[in-house]
C-alpha cells in the first residue's frame, strides 16, 4: 500500500485559494451527462507548480460509484478519479476528480475529500465548506497541460461586469477574491465564455506536466498497486485492472476479477 500522509482538507475558500489560486464554487461543473473518463489521463505526472516554484505531482487513479436511479430503481455506475496531489515536501492532499466534457472542450471539477479524525474539532470544522475549482484541460498527450483562470483577472470582470455570473467577494477590503454561486448550468456558460476573453487563463495560471518515468516513481515510493482501471465487459464492470503507466511504457500491471 502507497505510505501516504494525507491533509485533513477542511478546505473553504481561504485555504483553497492560498493553495492552489483556483476560484472556488459551491456548485460543481458537470452533471451526470457531461462526464467522460479518459485512461490517458490514468498515472503520475510531475511538474513545477507556477505559484510556488516547487515540484507539483499529480497522481491520477480510477475510482467509481454505484447509484440507484431512482426512477428506474437501476443501478447506474459513474467512473471518476482519485487525485493525489503533492507540492514540494507538503503532505499529500486526495481530491476526487470528474472530467467533463462541454462541446468539444475538457475540463476537470475538483473536489476535497475529508479523512474522518475523531480528535477533531466539530464546531472548528463546521465553519469550513469544501468547494469545487475547475480547471481547462488545453491538453492530454504528449504533456498533461492544466489551466484555472487567472483569479486577479476574474476580480477586475467580474467588478467591471457583476452581472456576468453569480458570485460573492470574500476576505478582507484589501485581499478579496470571488467565489461563484452560480448553479451549474450558468457556470458551464461562463466559464466557456471565458475561454474566448482574452487575459483570463495568463501563463502563471497553466500547469505543464509529464509521464512520471520509472525513476521518479521508485523515487516517490508510490505503489503501481494505486493505478487501477475497472474492466468491462459490454459496458458492465467485470473486475479491475492494476496497472501504471509511465513515459517509458507499463510499468506493472495486474488483474482482479469477480
Known sequence: MRKYITALLLV???LLISIICCTPSLHP??????????????GVWVGTDPAKDERA???????????VDPETGEEVTRQFYTLYHTIGASWTAQFTAHLLKLGDKLFLDL?????QDETANYLHETYF???HSFWYVEQLEPELRLAYIDPDWLAGYLTDNPGAIAHEFVGEADDQW??????TEDLQKFILSCLEQEGAF???SVFVLERADAATVQELGWAPAEMSIIATKDGEPQGVTVQLWT???????????D
Do not use: C, H
Not at 470571488?178 to 448553479?183: C, H, K, Q
Open 178 to 183: 470571488a467565489v461563484y454561486t452560480a448553479s
Open 57 to 67: 505531482v499529480w497522481e491520477f487513479a480510477a475510482d467509481r460509484s454505484t447509484t
Open 202 to 204: 495568463s501563463d502563471e
Open 129 to 131: 465548506v469544501p468547494t
Open 111 to 115: 473536489y476535497p475529500e475529508r479523512e
Open 29 to 42: 461543473l458537470y452533471t451526470d451527462d457531461d462526464l467522460v473518463f479518459e485512461d490517458g489521463l490514468l
Open 12 to 14: 473553504g475558500p481561504i
Open 247 to 257: 513515459a517509458e511504457g507499463l510499468l506493472a500491471k495486474e488483474e482482479f476479477t
